[in-house]
Each structure stands twice: as C-alpha cells, then as structure tokens.
C-alpha cells in the first residue's frame, strides 16, 4: 500500500504551490481524497500525473490568428455633444459655437457665485 501524503507534500514534489495540487484534485486531474478539510493522495498517484503531464501529446499547431477588427462608426448622438464633427469644421468652431449659445442663453460657467448682498 502506497502511503498517503497531504497536499503540502505534493506540491513539494510537482514544484507548484498547494493551491495549484488543491485545484489539480478539485477538477480530477490529480486523483484524490478528500476527508473534511483535507486532501490527501499517495506518492504513486503523484507521479502518474507526472509521468502523464510529461508523456502525453502536445498541441504543437500555432494559435489560430485574431479575428480583424469590427468596423467601428463615431455618432454624437446621446453622446452629450453640443456639434459634430458635420456641423463644424474645427474643434475651435464647435467651442465657439457652444460658448455663443450659453453667452445667449445667460448660463455662466465661472467659479465665482454673486453675493446675496449684491445687486442683480
């Protein structure tokens, strides 16, 4: 009979941590026990999953290359822009155009609020 060893000696003897041996039993790639809390194996199981790592068939194919990207569109729609790109030519011009509209309207964007004091 093989003796048993807990996941701590495993990992010693794969070179991994415990957690990597624990998730190895959780998905049966490493046969395993588990009683309560605690996992344990034998020292034979420990090498057959080494010997079946080491001598099994490798994927030697290259990835299969990434897909082209998706065409993407720019819309200002519900974007929070006040003028597109169709409506002004410059950046400078979509900024004048947004600042006349506010000057016109009687919003101000500065810091500083009018005294309860002062006149309106």
């Avoid at 624990?22 to 194996?41: D, F």
Wanted: charged content about 25%.
């Amino acid at each position: 009979m093989d003796r048993r060893i807990q996941i701590r000696e495993a990992a010693a003897l794969l070179g991994v941590s415990p957690r990597t041996v624990r998730r190895l039993c959780q998905r049966g790639e490493l046969r395993a026990a588990r009683v309560g809390k605690l996992w344990t194996t034998t020292v034979r199981l420990v090498h057959e999953y080494l010997s079946r790592q080491t001598s099994g068939p490798r994927n030697t194919d290259p990835p299969p290359p990434c897909p082209p990207p998706r065409a993407t569109s720019f819309s200002a729609t519900g974007s929070g822009m006040r003028a597109s790109r169709s409506e002004a030519a410059t950046s400078g011009e979509a900024y004048a155009r947004l600042m006349s509209g506010r000057l016109a309207s009687g919003s101000r964007r500065s810091g500083a609020r009018p005294s309860a004091n002062a006149p309106a």
